[in-house]
């Protein structure tokens, strides 16, 4: 591992300032994802910039009934607060279905949303990888891409994000806090993430010395349910093959509000806007989910070895909607 310095700021102007005075700086949060990839020699940051004992370390209610989430929350401590468990399920469920429970003590709210890509390629750094060394190639293309994207992918890269916490974000309409050198903006969660397209060096729209200060969502709709659901190799501790986050209400017999995210098929969180549009006013039963879905699904682009994703992504998010209908109080 190479030398680094370290601070630790006592204020987000400290953070922000430290961050931006330094380019080789990197913001530290429970450091799961940063310290890994600094043994691994994929990060060689000049100065660790400790942000997890910042006061970003609550959780509470927004004037308008929302939630305000401090970027230094940790992920165990979000899933098992009751405000999230009773008015957000999804949210706890996604952040549980997510690494184990030693990680989860220690993962920030912050630090979960800029994990980098598992690809493996990309964690190994004699490998090309466009995404580490711009320009390098994207040996996953045609070599090992069976967790890789089948939504949203380029030419340079096939990388998913493999965060549980932001497809239930996503599908939230949560908002990331952001606080720079210039001040600070508000980016809704469904367009922090990018897609790869010639430039895959950028997970997200975060600028130099930005540092999240907090996450924001919106107060839950008048007799909505949700839920997260996510298919891996093995019950626990595994990253998603695909997941799927889903947020539904029923009005008169047809569906009013939803929302659908899939994990572990993009580059970002995929929210699914086509399936929603078709399914806003549309009867809820299992047919018309079905088309909805494969309207969505319509344009997954799979690669060699992941074909098997665009039908799971396909069933997950019908078997969510039929269960959420299930439990949605007819208004
Ligand atoms: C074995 C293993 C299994 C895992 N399985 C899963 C899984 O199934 N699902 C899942 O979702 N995750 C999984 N994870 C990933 C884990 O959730 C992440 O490592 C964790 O959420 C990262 O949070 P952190 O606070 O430790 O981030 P750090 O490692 O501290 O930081 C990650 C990145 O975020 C930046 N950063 C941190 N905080 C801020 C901030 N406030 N503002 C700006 N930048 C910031 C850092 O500079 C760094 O680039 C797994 C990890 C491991 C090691
Ligand atoms: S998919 Fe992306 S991260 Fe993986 S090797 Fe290709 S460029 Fe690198």
Redesign the pocket.
């Known amino acids: 591992m190479k030398p680094f310095a370290y601070l630790r700021p006592a204020s987000v102007a400290e953070a922000v300032r430290a961050g931006a005075g330094h380019p080789g700086a990197?913001?530290?949060?429970?450091?799961?994802?940063?310290?890994?990839?600094m043994k691994l020699g994929v990060?060689s940051?000049g100065l660790l910039v400790d942000?997890?004992r910042l006061p970003?370390d609550r959780i509470t209610r927004t004037d308008d009934g929302g939630l305000r989430i401090g970027?230094?929350v940790r992920?165990s401590d979000l899933a098992a607060h009751p405000d999230v468990r009773g008015a957000y399920p999804a949210l706890s469920q996604?952040l549980l279905?997510?690494?184990?429970g030693q990680?989860?003590n220690?993962?920030?709210?912050?630090?979960?949303?800029?994990?980098?890509t598992r690809c493996p390629y990309f964690q190994d750094v004699s490998k090309p990888c466009n995404k580490r060394v711009p320009g390098s190639g994207c040996p996953a293309r045609e070599g090992a891409h069976r967790y890789l994207a089948v939504l949203g992918h380029s030419q340079d890269c096939v990388a998913t994000n493999?965060?549980?916490?932001?497809v239930a974000l996503a599908a939230l309409d949560a908002t990331v806090q952001?606080h720079g050198p210039e001040g600070e903006r508000t980016v809704p969660v469904t367009d922090f993430h990018r897609l790869p397209g010639d430039n895959p060096d950028q997970d997200t729209v975060?600028r130099p010395g930005?540092?999240?200060?907090e996450v924001v969502l919106p107060p839950p709709s008048d007799g909505a349910v949700s839920l997260y659901r996510?298919a891996?190799d093995r019950a626990s501790?595994?990253?998603?093959l695909v997941s799927v986050a889903a947020v539904l209400s029923v009005r008169d017999g047809r569906v009013d509000r939803v929302s659908l995210a899939f994990g572990g098929v993009a580059h970002r969180p995929w929210r699914a806007r086509v399936a929603e549009d078709l399914l806003r006013g549309a009867p809820p039963a299992e047919d018309a989910f079905a088309r909805a879905v494969d309207g969505e699904l319509e344009a997954a682009r799979p690669l060699r070895d992941n074909a098997f994703k665009v039908d799971l992504a396909r069933r997950m998010a019908v078997g969510a909607l039929v269960e959420l209908t299930s439990r949605a109080v007819p208004a």
């Not at 279905?97 to 184990?100: E, F, M, N, T």
């Not at 220690?106 to 980098?116: D, H, I, P, S, V």
């Not at 501790?237 to 998603?240: E, I, L």
Request: glycine residues 10%; charged residues 15%; hydrophobic residues 45%.
């Open positions: 990197r913001f530290l949060g429970g450091g799961t994802n940063l310290v890994d990839l990060e940051p942000v997890s970003l970027a230094t992920n996604a279905a997510g690494a184990s990680l989860r220690t993962a920030t709210t912050g630090g979960n949303l800029l994990q980098r493999p965060s549980d916490m932001a952001l975060i930005e540092l999240i200060t996510k891996r501790y595994a990253f998603a």
